[in-house]
């Protein structure tokens, strides 16, 4: 018996000291990455209005690949808690301050700011390169801006503005008859889930200091980027009068399975 006690007297006790090891603090540290992001394989969906050859409005759907998909510079600021020399976890703001789409006739231009909770995992083999893998869930707010884009789908004479439509396709008039244009719109902003997982190297500078280069492949929740929105044909600077100048008239756009990836160059500096 005082044998078996023993054996269970050691085995716990290695058990509770590789448990202290592994929950025993090491450092914080904070990072700042910049780079480049882009979401491939997004499609717009959506209902829309076109004049058919009798110039009356048949509804369909608008089910497409961007014309461009939604690129631009991106980067995030973390703070982050080593727990050892493997695990990680870090709390980050992301930002993507101008990210551009286009999709049919037009661009679309959004600004995004959010957060992020990752959890980290390094590879550890004594070199001055370190291989690591995350994971991480967050949020963030899209405020989205419409534009005209395809200036050359009507001809060097043709200017397309922005104006609103009814849900019936007819355009929005003023109380003199006139339709309303713009060169941009702001749309409701949107708050969205997001996901990220992906792997990256550090690369020892110094003791306290390595930089990170970091691959992200992750995605969002769907979301409505364009409401009410109709694409016009007119001369610059002069309001368009005639209804049947109108292009094509968008009901909404939403951008859906969006595959966003990521590919950032950072610095980390360890407290």
Known sequence: MNRKLNYFLVAASTLLSTASFA??????????????????????????????????LVEYKYNAGLDRDQHGMIGDLAVGYAFNDAMRGE?????????IAKAYTFKVETEEYGGTARV????????????????????????????P???????????????????????????DGNIPTYSSIKMSSKTVMTYQA??????????????????????KTDYKVLNNIATLLGEKDVPIKDEESVEDRFKEIKFKNQLDQSLTLGVRFTM
Do not use: W
């Open 120 to 147: 980290l995992y390094d590879f550890n083999n004594n070199t001055s390169v370190t291989p690591f893998v995350f994971g991480g869930l967050g949020a963030t707010n899209i405020k989205p801006k419409i534009k």
């Open 91 to 99: 709390v980050s703001f992301d930002f993507k301050p101008k990210m």
């Open 198 to 219: 992906g792997f990256g190297l550090a690369f020892k500078a110094t003791d306290d200091i390595s930089i990170d280069l970091t691959y992200g492949l992750g995605g």
């Open 149 to 175: 884009h395809a200036a050359q789908m009507f001809g060097a004479e043709g200017t397309p503005y922005i104006g609103r439509i009814n849900n019936d396709g007819t355009i929005v008039k003023d109380a």
């Open 23 to 56: 929950a025993e603090p090491c450092k914080a540290y904070v990072r700042l990455d910049l780079g480049y992001g882009l979401a491939g394989g997004t499609k717009a969906y959506g209902p829309a209005f076109h004049d058919n050859v009798e110039n009356a």
